[in-house]
């Protein structure tokens, strides 16, 4: 059973920077793929990014947003920057056995509200 614990969410504005980490505990950690999801009001759950040796990102985030891990801490980390209102939402941490494809994730946390003022 792996444990995931999201930090670093919070309010900014428009153009600001934010970085979310994600804890992980309960598993061998650099066994997994590690992925980033968000829910916005009224809408579904959507694929944010995703890393194990390798690193996948969702067109609506490309070139703003970078995923990166740390297997010596079982953390992950998102680097959210030039942020919009649109990025608004609650965040999820996720993990899985294979490959960083954007489904099919076993394991989540709690998750964390960023909120982007325009």
Partial sequence: QVQLVESGGGLVQA?????????????TF??????WFRQAPGR???F???IRWNTAYA??????????RD??????YLQMNSLKAEDTAVY??????GNPVPYDYDYWGQG?????SS
């Avoid at 153009?15 to 309960?26: E, F, K, M, N, V």
């Avoid at 067109?59 to 990166?68: A, E, L």
């Avoid at 999820?92 to 056995?97: E, F, N, S």
């Fill in 30 to 35: 650099s066994s997994y793929a590690m992925g």
């Fill in 112 to 116: 964390i509200q960023v909120t982007v």
């Fill in 15 to 27: 153009g600001d920077s934010l970085r979310l980490s994600c804890a992980a505990s309960g598993g």
């Fill in 92 to 97: 999820y941490c996720a993990a899985k056995w």
């Fill in 48 to 50: 944010v990014a995703a």
């Fill in 44 to 46: 579904e759950r959507e």
């Fill in 59 to 68: 067109d609506s985030v490309k070139g703003r947003f970078t995923i990166s």
């Fill in 71 to 76: 297997n010596t801490k079982n953390m992950i």
